[in-house]
């Protein structure tokens, strides 16, 4: 299955943003960032690539200063694979 993650620099704004897209009625969940990603340690927002547009509008409009950028992440076969989207 395929998710965006909103990959952020900040713990507090990741949380900030997971409350504002969840009372927005975007279906989403706070999670580690993967280390696939090579970001380091912080908190990704991941997303349903169904809801995923709708999202990065939100996410957009709010310009965290700490947020690092969108990406795709795939598990397939007990891997995880994350690429950079926009």
């Known amino acids: ?4 993650l909103a990959v952020f620099r900040s713990r507090s704004q990741a949380i900030d943003c997971n409350r504002k897209l969840a ?13 696939e990603a090579h970001i380091g340690c912080g908190l990704s927002i991941k997303v349903d690539m169904q809801q995923a547009e709708r999202a ?31």
């Open 1 to 4: 299955m395929t998710y965006m």
């Open 56 to 86: 990065k509008k939100l996410i957009d409009a709010a310009r965290y200063a700490n947020f690092y950028g969108f990406m795709s992440m795939t598990n397939a076969g007990g891997q995880t694979y994350i690429s950079t989207m926009r």
């Open 23 to 35: 009372c927005a009625g975007i279906r989403c969940a706070l999670v580690n960032t993967p280390k």
